[in-house]
């Protein structure tokens, strides 16, 4: 029997919590039967600041296998990941959105793609029910990047996949990386695949996407593209590059010393000084490499992100509890 987690990034979602949690809970308790055991629902309270939090531990009291996780502040949803990750337990882990546009009926066809033999499952929102100023830039993202990467996924953004645990022995989340796991996962010789979704409109609260993610994310994607592609062999991205400028540099150099040859002055020639400084900085671009070379050698393990944290709650049972509150009267007396 396969055991399952599933982590829910949450912000400012309060009316949400409730409802998500009794869909899931229906759909291991009908569906998946006896094939899949649900170890724990992780809720990442990601320093909302409606009552997200106390809808959470209204459920935690209710049902044993959620547990919550509140944040200092807000870090974002690749950090708010990576702590529900780090506290999850099940051998599979499912990753999805808090605001019911989601819709929990997926995960058995997640788990039956992952038994085709993929690590990492990816959701595609092929029909979405979102405003076309979300959609649209979504649309071009996610054609660039598969188009950059060579990963053919059709929805980076989809907050819907699963995973196998071993994934996250290789695979860092920081910044925010987090929809460009399916990417990193590829680089390192992992199975990715991709299913279509079922996609709700939303019934509560706003929508977190805005430009400004946009432009993130295409700034990530030039992170990602770094790492994938050279972060073993750092020397060949600034080598390379410091090779092509400072060619043409030397090129401008030719050219100029021919000219130089025919008679011409070029001392006071703008296109010297450019030359030049191509050359010096093509020698810069070679150092660099060189550098980063020696780095990579080095432990790249960042600190722990559990500074975070704030407060962890899980379900205490009633007997348990009534034998807390008992000794913490006694200790008052």
């Known amino acids: 029997m396969k055991s399952v987690s599933i982590v829910i990034p949450v912000k400012e979602e309060r009316e949400t919590i409730v409802p998500l949690v009794q869909a899931i809970d229906s759909v291991f308790q009908s569906t998946l039967g006896g094939s899949a055991h649900l170890n724990e629902v992780i809720f990442v309270d990601d320093g909302s600041r409606d009552q997200t939090w106390a809808a959470i531990e209204k459920v935690i009291e209710e049902y044993p296998f959620v547990l919550g996780v509140r944040l200092r502040r807000n870090f974002g949803k690749a950090i708010a990941l990576q702590e529900g990750i780090q506290l999850s337990t099940g051998e599979i882990v499912i990753t999805m959105d808090g605001d019911l546009q989601d819709d929990p009926n997926e995960i058995p066809r997640f788990l039956d793609a992952l038994e085709e033999g993929f690590d990492l499952v990816s959701g595609w929102k092929i029909v979405r029910h979102d405003p076309l100023g979300k959609t649209l830039p979504s649309k071009i993202f996610n054609k660039v990047t598969a188009l950059v990467t060579g990963v053919k996924i059709h929805d980076f953004n989809c907050g819907f996949k699963a995973y196998r645990r071993n994934i996250f022995d ?66 060949h991205l600034f080598g390379g590059l410091g090779v092509a400028v400072g060619a043409m540099g030397g090129l401008m150099l030719l050219y100029l010393t021919a000219v130089w040859f025919h008679g011409q002055a070029i001392g006071g020639r703008p296109l010297l000084i450019i030359s030049a400084l191509l050359l010096i900085v093509g020698v810069q671009f070679v150092l660099f490499g060189m550098i980063a070379e020696l780095l990579v050698s080095l432990n790249r393990d960042g600190p722990s992100n559990s500074a975070v944290i704030v407060e962890i709650r899980r379900h205490v049972l009633p007997a348990v509890r009534k034998k807390r509150k008992q000794s913490a009267t006694d200790k008052s007396n």
């Open 170 to 235: 290789s695979v860092r989340i920081y910044g925010e990386l987090h929809r460009f796991i399916p990417t990193i996962a590829h680089s390192m010789g992992f199975r990715v695949g991709e299913i279509t979704v079922n996609h709700h409109p939303r019934r509560f609260g706003q929508s977190k996407y805005g430009l400004n993610r946009l432009l993130k994310g295409f700034l990530d994607l030039l992170t990602v593209v770094t790492i994938t592609k050279y972060s073993y062999r750092p020397g």
